[in-house]
Nanobody
């Protein structure tokens, strides 16, 4: 089945940078949205950045100007470059992929297991 795997999390000092990567694999016919979400302890999961198959992107106000989402449609990958990290960016980061398994099938949402980002001195 479809698998979504994130990588690249870790511990970084405030002001530092990290790059998260996400790869989708399996019997995928086409991919639509590829997005990044995050969830801090005790908080709801929130969208961080979104991307469409034709290159449109959008960002949460809290990360605009600091985070950049990019994708490679051929490789079925999406990345999140995070700069000027703040302690409030600490969270589990999750990749979400909307994929169709056939030409006549509707898209389904697939989640990765997440990667932890901790911003602390």
């Amino acid at each position: 089945q479809v698998q979504v795997v994130e990588s690249g999390g870790g511990l970084v000092q405030p002001g530092g940078s990290l790059r998260l990567s996400c790869a989708a694999s399996g019997p995928i016919f086409s991919i639509g949205a590829m997005d990044w979400y995050r969830q801090a302890p005790g908080a709801r999961r929130e969208v961080v950045a979104t991307s469409t198959s034709d290159g449109e992107t959008a960002y949460a106000d809290s990360v605009k100007g600091r985070f950049t989402i990019s994708r490679d449609n051929a490789k079925k990958t999406v990345s999140l470059q995070m700069n000027s990290l703040k302690p409030e960016d600490t969270a589990g980061y999750y990749c979400n992929v909307v994929a169709r398994l056939g030409a006549l099938k509707s898209g389904n949402s697939y989640w990765g297991q997440g990667t932890q980002v901790t911003v602390s001195s």
